[in-house]
């Protein structure tokens, strides 16, 4: 009985029926941004000063009391692509990463930074690049090699026992230890202070 008031009553307290509700409106999904991959970073600036590479290279080897490597080569050549795929290896792993800050100096087709190389005693060849040069912790020229005395003795690439070897034949001498430490222990005692040890690994 009540039921079929209820129309009545809801218009006597002045309250409407409320309308239909319409259907949500379905958007069509956003379309993603497509995102192009990142270029992959060239091993050799192109646009960078060499002198302020190497520079760089010889003050972060002089701080880290290790040697400085200055790898003279260009992007588009083969034989550099191929040197710094042996540089990854796990036979490099160590005489590389740990003993030598590099600096990847840019020379083109041979024809770049020229006067900069000569400098250091190198003469570039558009078919014997990368060609390396060792310096010590104050920008003196250690030593300087052809790739081609590190090429694999069989297919193309480079052997990377052989530039191990040439990288540990040159990095810097391990620190003698007890002498920094009487030398230490000696100004302590000079000027009444006490000695602060600190042990410490370059890895």
Not at 16 to 25: R, S
Not at 102 to 118: P, Q
Request: proline letters at 8%; aromatic letters at 8%.
């Amino acid at each position: 009985m009540i039921l079929q008031w209820l129309p009545v009553i809801v218009a006597l307290t002045g309250q409407a029926t409320p309308p239909p509700t319409a259907p949500p409106t379905l958007l069509p999904p956003a379309t993603a941004a497509v995102q192009s991959p990142r270029p992959v970073p060239k091993t050799y600036n192109e646009t960078a000063d060499a002198k302020t590479l190497i520079e760089a290279a010889v003050h972060a080897a002089n701080t880290d009391d290790i040697r400085a490597l200055v790898v003279w080569g260009a992007n588009e050549n083969e034989r550099c692509a191929a040197f710094d795929k042996a540089r990854t290896s796990r036979d490099l792993y160590n005489a590389f990463a740990d003993e030598y800050k590099a600096a990847y100096v840019d020379v083109g087709k041979a024809d770049k930074n020229l006067e900069i190389a000569k400098a250091y005693g190198v003469k570039l060849e558009a078919d014997a690049l990368p060609a390396l040069t060792i310096l010590d912790q104050k920008g003196k020229v250690i030593a300087n090699l052809s790739s081609r005395a590190l090429a694999a003795s069989e297919g193309p690439g480079f052997d990377s026992k052989k530039l191990a070897a040439f990288l540990t034949e040159h990095q810097a001498p391990q620190p003698n230890a007890t002498a920094q430490f009487e030398e230490g222990l000696k100004q302590a005692k000079s000027q009444g202070k006490t000695l602060f040890i600190w042990f410490s690994a370059p890895w």
